[in-house]
């Protein structure tokens, strides 16, 4: 089958997932209740597209299926932030109860430790991936481990705000965090779309991109900090979800076959899309809402890594 048309198999199963979701038990309350699950398809689709599109560029960097672009610590981080400001500040503080105020300073101190990290390990040329994603890793337990350390200081009905932010969520959306995210991740797709072709070069590995005429180590920087922004974009709006990146990419890969960027990042994002708002469907019409979308992604992510693990090794 040609790949034209699996992206149209997969777009009609991304309409009839958005189409139960939206008119699914709605009892004629199409005033009250139409909006309100559009929004949260909306920040679904946006979330997707975002991690979706950022894990398939950062895979490609870094030449390793099984990594995913929270491996630079922006989850534990945005975790940390949210508990220092609920810690410090309280829950009645206006970065706490504010949620454009809580996004937008979200990203920026996401963005702005992505950019000194690159910064700090990009001082030296020809500075090797993996030692960025070694120190990616430690930062991020470390985060992880004070974020911890604080919560078990913090007062218990402070925590249960705390706790909240653990957890992707679709529920409460902010339909203004919805339309600023939606022109923030418009115009850095738009801006590194245009990149895909060298990014098809780039995969083939360092030497032959070089000897190709592409500028390895400005492209490699340029894409770092493109999956850094998007993905402070997608976790400030909704809340941290780890390994479903890893899930979206590897099923596009497997899906598709195919070199071509455009090809792997419009599956992966239809991909994410019929997750996200199926699986958003579950959570609400058979369980009930007695988890959360986020628990079973991390579920499913968690198992998928391992069995990508097993399968690696398996290979060698």
């Not at 005033?31 to 559009?38: F, I, Q, S, T, V």
């Not at 932010?165 to 115009?187: K, P």
């Not at 500028?215 to 979800?241: H, N």
Request: contains cysteine; hydrophobic residues 55%; aromatic residues 14%.
């Amino acid at each position: 089958m040609r790949d034209v048309h699996k992206l149209w198999i997969l777009i009609a199963l991304a309409a009839a997932a958005c189409g139960l979701y939206l008119f699914d038990n709605l009892n004629g309350s199409f005033d009250y209740a139409l909006p309100r699950r559009g929004v949260k398809v909306f920040a679904m689709v946006l979330t997707g597209v975002a991690i979706a599109y950022a894990t398939v560029v950062f895979q490609t960097i870094t030449h390793n299926r099984i990594l995913t672009p929270s491996i630079m610590g922006l989850d534990s981080l945005y975790m940390l932030l949210q508990t220092v400001l609920i810690f410090f500040l309280g829950s009645g503080h206006i970065t706490i109860i504010n949620k454009q105020v809580n996004f937008l300073l979200s990203i920026a101190v996401m963005v702005i430790f992505a950019l000194l990290f690159y910064k700090l390990l990009f001082k030296k040329d020809n500075q090797p991936i993996y030692f960025l994603l070694l120190i990616g890793i430690i930062l991020g337990t470390f985060f992880g481990s004070v974020s911890t350390f604080l919560q078990v200081l913090i007062d218990p009905n402070e925590f249960q705000i705390v706790q909240d932010r653990m957890f992707a969520s679709f529920n409460n959306v902010n339909a203004d965090l919805v339309w600023l995210s939606l022109l923030f991740i418009v115009v850095l797709i738009g801006f590194a779309w245009r990149h895909n072709a060298s990014l098809d070069v780039l995969s083939l590995g360092r030497d032959t991109a070089v000897n190709l005429g592409v500028g390895y180590d400005a492209l490699v920087k340029k894409m770092l900090v493109l999956s850094a922004v998007l993905i402070a974009i997608a976790t400030a709006l909704v809340g941290p979800i780890t390994f479903f990146g890893l899930i979206v990419a590897n099923l596009s890969y497997q899906f598709f076959r195919s070199y071509k960027h455009s090809v792997v990042i419009a599956g992966a994002s239809i991909i994410s899309i019929v997750a996200l708002v199926g699986g958003q469907w579950v959570v609400e019409h058979v369980f009930t809402f007695n988890t959360t979308l986020s628990v079973i992604i991390n579920f499913v992510g968690g198992v998928y890594f391992i069995y990508l693990l097993l399968k690696e090794s398996r290979s060698k």
